[in-house]
């Protein structure tokens, strides 16, 4: 990393368990992620819902963490958030100091994503929402935003977490959401 990177920017990966979070801060991140993957057991049997995500062999136990330096002075940290219900208490310390969030849905467990928009509004944290393909049941997005009781001024878009072009198209997508809430507060506080 430059030594003249003086401004850390951080965003948050969160949604239900086997969603994608590893997988897209792997696919974008410009270094090695540093991952929390560990395989499952039959300890979690009984504990962990794994259905709709029966090949699922590991599951990450505190969280991934990623890096995309955006220019010499700026860099983006991503932390991908553990999806099961067991780890949610680490949520709200991988919240702080965070800018905003990317919550995953997988269409075949809409539900799983309750939480995270439950816990991200609780915050007041700014949000969008990506639906990653799994080639599940294929959902209007009328549809997801309706299941998820999400208002029109929060973004749902399409992504595949696994490519590295549609992960940074849900992060850009962010960023474009973050300034426009930016740019409206200020309005407000001149009106």
């Known amino acids: 990393m430059p030594s003249t990177v003086n401004n850390a920017l951080k965003i948050v990966i969160v949604g239900g368990f086997g969603v994608g979070k590893t997988t897209m801060v792997r696919s974008v991140s410009e270094i090695r992620p540093l991952s929390t993957e560990e395989i499952m057991t039959r300890a979690g049997v009984g504990i962990d819902d794994a259905g709709g995500v029966q090949g699922k062999t590991t599951t990450t136990v505190a969280f991934d963490f990623g890096r995309i ?101 849900v992060l850009i997508t962010l960023v474009n959401h973050l300034y426009s809430l930016s740019i409206a507060r200020e309005g407000e506080q001149r009106s």
């Open 69 to 169: 330096t955006l220019n010499d002075e700026m860099v983006l940290y991503l932390f991908g958030a553990p999806g099961q219900q067991r780890f949610w208490f680490l949520w709200d310390r991988l919240f702080s100091g965070t800018l905003g969030a990317v919550v995953l849905v997988d269409t075949r467990r809409v539900q799983d994503s309750w939480y995270a928009i439950d816990r991200l509004e609780h915050h007041g944290m700014p949000f969008i929402v990506a639906r990653n393909d799994f080639g599940g049941p294929s959902h209007r997005p009328e549809d997801i935003r309706e299941a998820l009781d999400l208002s029109e001024d929060v973004p749902l878009i399409d992504c595949d977490a696994r490519e590295r072009q549609s992960s940074k198209k």
